[in-house]
């Protein structure tokens, strides 16, 4: 029974030791995840005036849907129109033409990468990431899905349309 003791006391040990690196390589997971996760940004709560969108940054916009395409629209309040990217998830006609909205995201490149939509009776919709390094690679601010060739690369997905097949020859004569 003496030998029984030792070894019984080492499965202890061994189980003890297990218990403690899964606890330790858990927390250590869990705050390498915190570290790495994108800040919190908000949106200023204040919608401005389409006409005032001339620097890039995070901004509020209210007006009137004037036109839908795919996941894209037009905004149009009393000062001008803007152009609203709703990004992969804006696909679901999440919008109808003279729809009144509030929409927040960043202002970049002459057009509205929308992170919120918010509709005339308060339903908030989530769309994608505030910050410029969303879905893609660090320092890119492509979308996944967004068209552009080299989505093809970027694994599953929407991918590109194959190119249209060439028309048939005419007859010689």
Same mark, same amino acid.
């Given at each position: 029974?003496?030998? #029984?003791?030792?070894?019984? *006391?080492?499965?202890? =040990?061994?189980? @003890?030791? !297990? &218990?403690?690196?899964?606890? /330790?390589?858990?927390?250590?997971?869990?705050?390498?995840?915190?570290?790495?996760?994108?800040?919190? *940004?908000?949106? %200023?709560?204040?919608? &401005?005036?389409?006409?005032?969108?001339?620097?890039?940054? @995070?901004?509020? @916009?209210?007006?009137?849907?004037? #036109?839908?395409?795919?996941?894209?629209?037009?905004?149009?309040?009393?000062?001008?129109? !803007?152009? &609203?990217?709703?990004? %992969?998830?804006?696909? +679901?006609?999440?919008? =109808?033409?003279?729809?009144?909205?509030? /929409?927040?995201?960043?202002? +970049?490149?002459?057009?509205?990468?929308?992170?919120?939509?918010?509709?005339? $009776?308060? =339903? /908030? *919709?989530?769309?994608?990431?505030?910050?410029?390094?969303?879905?893609?690679?660090?320092?890119? +601010?492509?979308?996944?899905?967004?068209?552009?060739?080299? $989505?093809?690369?970027?694994? %599953?997905?929407?991918?590109? %349309?194959?190119?249209?097949?060439?028309?048939? #020859?005419?007859? =010689?004569?």
């Amino acid at each position: 029974m003496s030998t #029984e003791h030792p070894k019984r *006391t080492m499965r202890i =040990k061994r189980t @003890i030791a !297990a &218990v403690a690196l899964v606890a /330790v390589g858990g927390a250590g997971g869990a705050f390498a995840i915190a570290q790495t996760r994108p800040s919190v *940004t908000m949106a %200023p709560a204040t919608p &401005v005036a389409i006409r005032s969108l001339a620097s890039d940054g @995070i901004v509020t @916009i209210r007006g009137r849907v004037a #036109e839908v395409y795919g996941n894209k629209f037009v905004m149009a309040d009393a000062t001008g129109r !803007a152009l &609203v990217d709703a990004g %992969p998830g804006g696909q +679901d006609a999440l919008v =109808k033409r003279n729809d009144p909205v509030t /929409v927040q995201g960043r202002y +970049d490149d002459g057009f509205i990468h929308a992170a919120f939509l918010v509709a005339a $009776d308060g =339903k /908030v *919709t989530a769309l994608g990431p505030l910050d410029r390094h969303g879905p893609g690679r660090p320092g890119d +601010d492509r979308r996944p899905g967004d068209g552009r060739p080299d $989505d093809r690369a970027a694994g %599953p997905g929407p991918a590109t %349309p194959p190119a249209p097949a060439a028309a048939p #020859e005419a007859p =010689k004569q």
